[in-house]
């Protein structure tokens, strides 16, 4: 039993430090790297500065909560605990990271460079702005939009930064791409809300449930109904296959969506809801 118990214990914490979507990033990049035939050639460089960049910008959000959080009081969740309780390390790895992020840019192509600093002044002032609004301010009601655009940038992006040339297929999957990690955010904030409500401005709030609930049905057919368009419409196989492994992505987030009150049971939908970012890996 032990044993199982410290399985479950490193599981939880690969969870709460947001691992989990590191490694759905880097699959998703690995994907559009290599469209649109399967073949072309993968940055190691690019797709190792990406997982720690992801892993920072999601870290340093984190803190940022408690931080505020812990200054007014404010109910933490397990994930926010997780954090309280080992900031000073993660504080550290932070700084470690930062270091090996500068070597690894001597690896990087010039374009991919560039392309890299742009983004990282965007998602600086991105979590810069953010830790400065208090949890009831309504502008964090564009937190999702705004990290939905980061996130899909520095997945997609990093990658078309080392491309000639990008056909109309790549550009249909990523615009899936970009509502996926659109209706992931939105289906989050929706299931905060019930957990913790009143607690915090969010998209979800604002909306309200009822309007939540709309948007995120329309997603999933808008989703559908691209994917299938591109699926029926693409020349190379392994476009094809993204396309079917996005329209399942959204899928099961709609699912979760469906059911929530089976999914809130043990942060189900988080496990599950960020796992669906591991699905490009049945086609690499």
């Known amino acids: ?40 050639p993968v940055g190691w460089a690019t797709t190792v500065l990406l997982a720690i960049c992801v892993f920072v910008i999601y870290a ?42 500068v070597v690894l840019l001597f690896w990087l192509p010039r374009s991919v460079l560039w392309f890299g600093a742009g983004l990282a002044l965007v998602s600086g002032a991105y979590v810069w702005g953010v830790s400065r609004l208090s949890g009831s301010n309504a502008r964090l009601a564009w937190k ?32 899936l791409f970009l509502l996926i990690v659109f209706q992931n955010l939105l289906l989050f904030s929706v299931m905060e809300a019930y ?5 915090s401005y969010s998209l979800a709030t604002f909306w309200g449930f009822d309007r939540s609930d709309v948007v995120l049905r329309t997603l999933t ?4 109904v691209l994917a299938l368009v591109i699926f029926f419409m693409a020349d190379d196989r392994f476009a094809q296959r993204a396309a079917i492994i ?39």
Do not use: C
């Not at 009081?73 to 605990?81: F, G, I, K, S, V």
């Not at 699912?255 to 690499?284: A, H, K, M, S």
């Open 144 to 175: 999702e939009p705004a990290v939905t655009l980061v996130y899909t940038i520095g997945v997609w992006g990093s990658s078309w930064a080392q491309k000639p040339t990008i056909g109309w297929s790549e550009i249909g999957l990523g615009i």
């Open 221 to 224: 057919v808008v989703i559908t």
């Open 1 to 40: 039993m032990k044993f199982f118990d410290s399985i479950r214990q490193y599981l939880r914490n690969f969870h709460y430090l947001s691992l989990d979507v590191v490694a759905g990033a880097v699959i998703s990049h690995i994907m559009v790297a290599r469209l649109p035939d399967g073949h072309q």
């Open 246 to 284: 996005q329209g399942m992505m959204s899928a099961v987030l709609y699912t979760i969506q469906r059911y929530p009150n089976r999914f809130l049971l043990n942060e189900r939908y988080r496990w599950i809801g960020d796992g669906v970012f591991w699905l490009p890996g049945l086609i690499l």
């Open 60 to 101: 340093a959000d984190r803190l940022y909560d408690v931080r505020k959080g812990l200054a007014v009081n404010a109910p933490l969740t397990r994930r926010h605990r997780f954090h309280a309780e080992n900031q000073q390390v993660l504080l550290r790895v932070l700084v470690g990271l930062a270091v090996i992020s």
């Open 195 to 199: 957990e913790l409500p009143d607690t």
